[in-house]
């Protein structure tokens, strides 16, 4: 059951019957040398999933006029749909909101090869590409319920990809590398489960990812420092919502996005046994052509400008740890603080849904030896409350 609002009054309840199956196989062949190597390989992988969704909306949601319960004579249903709106079949439940069977079944088979030369000892050089196609296959069959009406949807799709890689690496030292990075990524395609807001397909999504980072290792190895600044543009973003008066799921595509920011990493060796760990990312994640967004409201609007929900600005971390040799093992005692900023929960950056910051304590201990070990910890050591997400369901 739940209750949607954050009232103490019950909204609804929700019964779901789900099976998954999941298949990959990967087959590689590679050579080294010492100024040439090469990798080839094939991936084949099938996910099925199948499940049954039946919802009951409760007389005691004070939301009901929201979900446009009273107004599902539209739908032209038969019967004393008065009774059943003032006081449910049993005078507890205005009827079952939903009663659907829904599947898929994707086929993803890939073929990808990388290549990397040595033209000395401080460069390396390195390239890759790899083709994806995938098969997707849909069905939903919705029994006719107060809020939906009747559907039988079968769907099939295929998709496919092609994705470079580019690397070039500096090594002026054993202790310190420059790396550039110039890549691919994709994220296959799909079905939506809702059409009231959006289309039955949704693209897939592709993007570019620019990258130049610093690693290295000095003081005899005692601190390492690593960053790197980024830039990724995409196509299509796919952007998760829900449908406020179905309640399903949807993926709508956003035309352009981009994120951009820097990470930095220091690891340093204080004293025998203490190691300092702290780490700090900055993001700037931003719609730069999103004229199609859907709100929570079910309304169309440009997102464009907006920042890209669960993106937080700014992100730390710091741990602290002292371990040392006690018997025929390793003892062991790390103190972890992060801190996330706060952030938007949907994309049209609404005040209401947007996510407060929150700083987490974790405290871990434990022994190691060679035949056994043993750990003890404690995770948000503060009893910190905060949110992760926030589900568009008003």
């Given at each position: 059951?739940?209750?949607g609002?954050?009232s103490?009054?019950?909204?609804?309840?929700?019964s779901r019957?789900?099976?998954m199956?999941?298949?990959?196989?990967?087959?590689r062949?590679?050579r080294?040398?010492?100024?040439?190597?090469w990798?080839?390989?094939?991936?084949?992988?099938?996910d099925e999933?199948?499940?049954?969704?039946?919802?009951t909306h409760?007389a005691?949601?004070p939301?009901?006029?929201?979900?446009?319960?009273?107004?599902?004579?539209?739908?032209?249903?038969p019967?004393?749909?008065?009774?059943?709106i003032?006081n449910g079949p049993?005078?507890n439940?205005v009827g079952?909101?939903?009663d659907?069977?829904r599947?898929?079944?994707?086929?993803s088979?890939a073929?990808?090869?990388?290549?990397?030369?040595y033209p000395?000892?401080?460069?390396?050089?390195?390239?890759?590409l790899?083709?994806?196609?995938d098969?997707?296959?849909y069905?939903?069959?919705t029994?006719?319920?107060?809020?939906i009406?009747e559907s039988?949807i079968?769907?099939?799709?295929?998709?496919?990809?092609?994705?470079p890689?580019i690397n070039i690496?500096?090594?002026?030292?054993?202790?310190?590398t420059?790396y550039g990075?110039?890549?691919k990524?994709y994220k296959?395609g799909g079905f939506?489960a809702?059409q009231d807001?959006?289309d039955?397909?949704f693209?897939?999504e592709e993007?570019?990812?620019?990258?130049?980072?610093l690693?290295?290792?000095?003081?005899?190895?005692?601190?390492q420092?690593?960053g790197?600044?980024f830039?990724f543009?995409?196509t299509?973003?796919?952007?998760?919502?829900q449908?406020?008066?179905?309640?399903?799921?949807?993926?709508?595509n956003?035309?352009?996005?981009?994120?951009q920011g820097f990470?930095l990493?220091?690891?340093a060796?204080l004293?025998?046994?203490l190691?300092?760990?702290?780490?700090?990312?900055?993001l700037?994640?931003?719609?730069?052509?999103?004229?199609?967004?859907?709100d929570t409201?079910g309304?169309i609007?440009?997102?464009?400008?907006?920042?890209?929900?669960?993106?937080?600005?700014?992100?730390?971390?710091?741990?602290?740890e002292?371990?040392?040799?006690?018997?025929?093992g390793?003892?062991y005692?790390?103190v972890?603080y992060?801190?996330?900023d706060d952030?938007?929960?949907s994309?049209d950056n609404?005040?209401?849904?947007?996510i407060?910051s929150?700083?987490l304590?974790n405290?871990?201990?434990?022994?190691?030896?060679?035949?056994?070990g043993?750990q003890?910890?404690?995770?948000?050591?503060?009893d910190?409350?905060y949110?992760?997400?926030?589900?568009?369901?008003?």
């Amino acid at each position: 059951a739940g209750e949607g609002d954050a009232s103490i009054a019950p909204a609804f309840t929700v019964s779901r019957d789900s099976e998954m199956e999941a298949f990959s196989q990967e087959f590689r062949i590679s050579r080294a040398g010492e100024s040439f190597s090469w990798m080839a390989g094939f991936i084949y992988s099938k996910d099925e999933s199948t499940e049954t969704d039946v919802s009951t909306h409760l007389a005691s949601d004070p939301y009901l006029a929201i979900w446009d319960i009273v107004g599902i004579l539209e739908f032209g249903l038969p019967g004393d749909i008065g009774d059943i709106i003032a006081n449910g079949p049993s005078g507890n439940s205005v009827g079952n909101f939903e009663d659907v069977d829904r599947g898929s079944e994707t086929e993803s088979t890939a073929l990808f090869g990388d290549v990397t030369w040595y033209p000395s000892d401080n460069w390396k050089l390195a390239a890759g590409l790899r083709y994806t196609y995938d098969q997707v296959e849909y069905f939903e069959l919705t029994r006719e319920t107060v809020t939906i009406p009747e559907s039988d949807i079968k769907a099939d799709e295929t998709f496919d990809d092609i994705s470079p890689r580019i690397n070039i690496s500096w090594l002026p030292t054993d202790d310190i590398t420059a790396y550039g990075t110039i890549s691919k990524g994709y994220k296959v395609g799909g079905f939506n489960a809702s059409q009231d807001l959006v289309d039955l397909t949704f693209d897939p999504e592709e993007g570019w990812n620019y990258e130049l980072g610093l690693k290295t290792s000095l003081w005899d190895r005692r601190i390492q420092i690593n960053g790197a600044i980024f830039y990724f543009d995409w196509t299509d973003l796919q952007v998760r919502g829900q449908d406020v008066r179905t309640q399903r799921q949807i993926v709508v595509n956003a035309d352009e996005a981009h994120t951009q920011g820097f990470e930095l990493e220091i690891k340093a060796l204080l004293t025998e046994g203490l190691t300092l760990d702290v780490g700090y990312g900055y993001l700037e994640a931003e719609f730069d052509d999103f004229p199609n967004a859907i709100d929570t409201d079910g309304n169309i609007f440009d997102a464009s400008g907006n920042s890209i929900p669960l993106a937080p600005e700014n992100t730390f971390n710091v741990g602290l740890e002292y371990q040392f040799t006690l018997g025929n093992g390793d003892a062991y005692a790390r103190v972890d603080y992060s801190f996330v900023d706060d952030q938007f929960a949907s994309a049209d950056n609404s005040p209401e849904r947007a996510i407060d910051s929150y700083e987490l304590w974790n405290l871990r201990v434990g022994y190691d030896s060679e035949r056994y070990g043993i750990q003890a910890f404690v995770e948000n050591l503060a009893d910190e409350e905060y949110s992760s997400a926030i589900e568009n369901l008003e």
